[in-house]
């Protein structure tokens, strides 16, 4: 999975399944959340395989989106993400 920073705060998760969907299927997208349901500015983006998501990491990164500049990156702890709580998340 990979770590976008940076984003808008309007940003929603199917905006960022959107705009990282032309480099593989994107099996979840998610825009993290306070527990009050305001945007972190960072999200989540899972590839069905590591091929697209490397792709996507190396032609995303410093890409201006919704105009701030993104930080994508490796995630460090898919493990800590949880949907449920963080409201923001599909698995479209």
Not at 39 to 50: A, E, W
Not at 61 to 72: I, K
């Given at each position: 999975s990979l770590y976008v920073g940076n984003l808008s705060y309007d940003c929603t998760?199917?905006?960022l399944k959107d705009a990282f969907k032309r480099y593989g299927h994107v099996s979840h997208a998610e825009v993290c959340e306070t527990a009050g349901g305001k945007s972190t500015g960072f999200g989540i983006v899972l590839f069905s395989d590591g091929k697209s998501?490397?792709?996507?990491?190396d032609s995303?990164?410093?890409?201006?989106f919704q105009g701030r500049?993104?930080?994508?990156?490796?995630d460090r702890s898919p493990d800590k993400l949880q949907s449920s709580e963080r409201g923001g998340g599909s698995k479209r």
């Amino acid at each position: 999975s990979l770590y976008v920073g940076n984003l808008s705060y309007d940003c929603t998760w199917q905006d960022l399944k959107d705009a990282f969907k032309r480099y593989g299927h994107v099996s979840h997208a998610e825009v993290c959340e306070t527990a009050g349901g305001k945007s972190t500015g960072f999200g989540i983006v899972l590839f069905s395989d590591g091929k697209s998501a490397t792709k996507a990491m190396d032609s995303m990164d410093g890409v201006e989106f919704q105009g701030r500049q993104l930080s994508v990156r490796w995630d460090r702890s898919p493990d800590k993400l949880q949907s449920s709580e963080r409201g923001g998340g599909s698995k479209r």
